[in-house]
């Protein structure tokens, strides 16, 4: 079976700053894991995804995520925060035919 | 590609009523999946579709739930005898499953269900 956990609900920073929310996740099988983001009354829209090619994963707006399997994590990051980067985000992992999303982290973006 | 269409994009009801959404996939996607997503918390699996077969379905989906896919392309939704706790938001995706196991899911932009 497969999960995921996000540490941390409520992630706050500054413009500017460095981006970071953790996914960590439990797979039996090789995992493939994505990001997803979230806005407002809105449905879910791919960031990016690892599926076992390099361990350093590039997405859309600037993310990007590190699949590390010894500390089964999978964390997304941004090296400098835009007031447009104020969203949900979740993390997920696929299993076979089934696709297990984390609780959510949601982004705030302060002036 | 047009997207994954869901319809409506709001539905209040009071409890008791019957409910029915729709989604529309990507037109070439062959599976398609339905989850719930209440407020603070991810998506939750429902069930999904393979073509016309439903192929798995969550513990979650009570015997008021029932979803179809009649053709293999649009599927429906019906929650019979709402309830209160059936408020949240009912998110369609779609994928085109085949050789290759990395695709991801495209979403809808959800169906937000509260009833009253």
């Known amino acids: 079976a497969q999960s995921v956990t996000q540490l941390g609900s409520h992630v706050s920073v500054s413009e500017g700053a460095l981006v970071l929310l953790r996914c960590n996740y439990s797979?039996?099988?090789?995992?493939?894991l994505f990001w997803y983001v979230q806005y407002p009354n809105q449905g879910l829209q791919l960031l990016l995804k690892?599926?076992?090619?390099?361990?350093l994963v590039k997405g859309i707006n600037g993310f990007e995520a590190e699949f590390k399997k010894s500390e089964t994590s999978f964390h997304l990051t941004k090296p400098s925060a835009h007031m447009s980067d104020a969203a949900e985000y979740f993390c997920?992992?696929?299993?076979?035919?089934?696709?297990?999303f984390g609780p959510g982290t949601r982004l705030s973006v302060l002036p | 590609d047009t997207g994954v269409s869901q319809d409506p994009r709001h539905k209040i009801t009071k409890r008791g009523q019957n409910v029915t959404f729709r989604c529309d996939p990507i037109s070439e996607h062959n599976r398609l999946y339905w989850y719930r997503q209440t407020l603070g918390q991810g998506p939750e699996f429902l069930t999904y579709?393979?073509?016309?077969?439903?192929?798995?379905k969550s513990r979650l989906l009570s015997d008021r739930f029932s979803a179809e896919r009649p053709k293999g392309s649009f599927s429906t939704l019906e929650i019979q005898r709402t309830e209160q706790g059936d408020s949240a938001m009912y998110l369609c995706?779609?994928?085109?499953?085949?050789?290759?196991?990395?695709?991801?899911?495209?979403f809808g932009e959800g169906s937000r269900l509260t009833v009253l």
């Open positions: 997920a992992v696929r299993g076979g035919q089934n696709f297990v």
């Open positions: 690892y599926t076992s090619a390099a361990t």
């Open positions: 995706a779609s994928i085109l499953a085949g050789a290759s196991n990395t695709g991801e899911l495209f």
């Open positions: 579709f393979q073509n016309e077969a439903q192929l798995e």
């Open positions: 797979s039996s099988v090789p995992p493939y």
